[in-house]
């Protein structure tokens, strides 16, 4: 009697291997035992316009394309692969346009079900330092603001996981750091990217060296990976896909080291301090008005008297892509125009009333 055989195909193979694994692990978490299975996670890059916030994502994914202007919340993903195994790791990657114009959808990809997979990362242009305070503090303050609120609600439902998230960013920085009484890590992994290095490298050496402190100052004080990029340096883009790929996939990222300001900055999180970057340079004068603020008032008060801030309401309509010919639509603008035009006319109806009602207050 003849017996026939049956052969495996390799996808019926993985898939006996896919259940051994799940029986042997019976459902233990990512971060336990069970590392054979694919992680989704993810990242937001924000930052000033016209950055090079895409350009640092081609680079990332090993696309020869040239990079276009990101309208709003542009997404799109990457994948890694785990080990010698055959799963891959999803790596979500949203980019936030419009500068600091559109800091309120932040909270599209920072949400409950995703924070404690998530990490941020903010780019500066060097070769704009009137624009680096005021896009650092509004994208800083605006993405700390939608994580706090996250995990005050986390905290309500599950008080553990909001530990637990805290405990994770002073480990990423250092539990025992010479300045952990006077500092805040971020909640979830964050790098500063502050790209343009090849023009920033010929400005006069001490206002590169007033850049780099103050962004050093800052980058420490949130427990920031900081880094200098160029897409025509071939290095700098290596180690900026490095640290890319670091903090979306939470993999080891590099412990150099470079704080000489004539040369690329390069500080992993937790590598710097405050005796290291010294004290802001300002005057005893200035410094007499200024009593009583914090260290971080001292460096925005210094950092502007060498690179005065740009008018804020110029900015944020410079960001505004409503005020873009390219998107221009010509029955959408004529509606917007006399919808302008109305409430124009209405603030000067309500001026015009609220003067008459003064002038016959005083008559009375």
């Not at 350009?55 to 997404?75: C, G, H, M, W």
């Amino acid at each position: 009697m003849s017996t026939e055989r049956k052969e495996k195909s390799l996808w019926d193979i993985a898939v006996n291997k896919r259940q051994e694994i799940e029986i042997k692990n019976n459902g233990e978490s990512i971060e336990g035992k069970n590392n054979h299975f694919s992680e989704e996670l993810s990242i937001l890059i924000l930052g000033s316009k016209g950055s090079g916030k895409s350009t640092i994502v081609l680079r990332f994914l090993d696309k020869d394309e040239n990079p276009k202007p990101t309208v709003a919340l542009d997404y799109t993903f990457g994948r890694r692969a785990k080990s010698h195994n055959m799963q891959r790791d999803i790596g979500h990657i949203w980019e936030l346009g419009g500068g600091t114009f559109l800091s309120n959808l932040i909270e599209v990809p920072l949400k409950e079900e995703t924070i404690c997979t998530s990490s941020v990362l903010i780019v500066v242009d060097l070769s704009k330092p009137n624009e680096l305070w005021l896009t650092l503090e509004v994208l800083l303050k605006s993405t700390r603001s939608a994580i706090d609120k996250l995990l005050s609600e986390i905290k309500n439902k599950n008080p553990s996981l909001a530990n637990e998230i805290q405990e994770k960013a002073w480990k990423r920085f250092g539990d025992n750091h010479v300045d952990k009484s006077f500092l805040d890590p971020f909640p979830i992994p964050l790098g500063i990217v502050g790209t343009k290095y090849d023009i920033f490298q010929d400005f006069d050496p001490e206002k590169r060296k007033m850049i780099s402190r103050t962004l050093r100052f800052i980058a420490h004080s949130n427990g920031a990976h900081l880094q200098y990029f160029s897409s025509k340096a071939e290095g700098l883009i290596t180690r900026t896909r490095a640290l890319f790929g670091g903090l979306l996939f939470r993999t080891q990222t590099s412990k150099a080291i470079s704080i000489d300001h004539n040369k690329p900055i390069i500080v992993p999180a937790g590598q710097d301090n405050f005796a290291q970057i010294g004290p802001p340079p300002i005057t005893n004068e200035e410094l007499s008005k200024l009593t009583g603020k914090r260290p971080y008032d001292l460096w925005k008060a210094a950092f502007a008297t060498v690179f005065p801030e740009e008018n804020y309401k110029d900015k944020l309509k410079n960001d505004d892509i409503t005020h873009n010919a390219q998107y221009a639509e010509l029955a959408v603008d004529a509606v917007r125009a006399q919808k302008d035009e109305d409430m124009e006319r209405l603030k000067r109806q309500e001026e015009k009333k609220n003067k008459t009602f003064l002038r016959g207050g005083k008559r009375a």
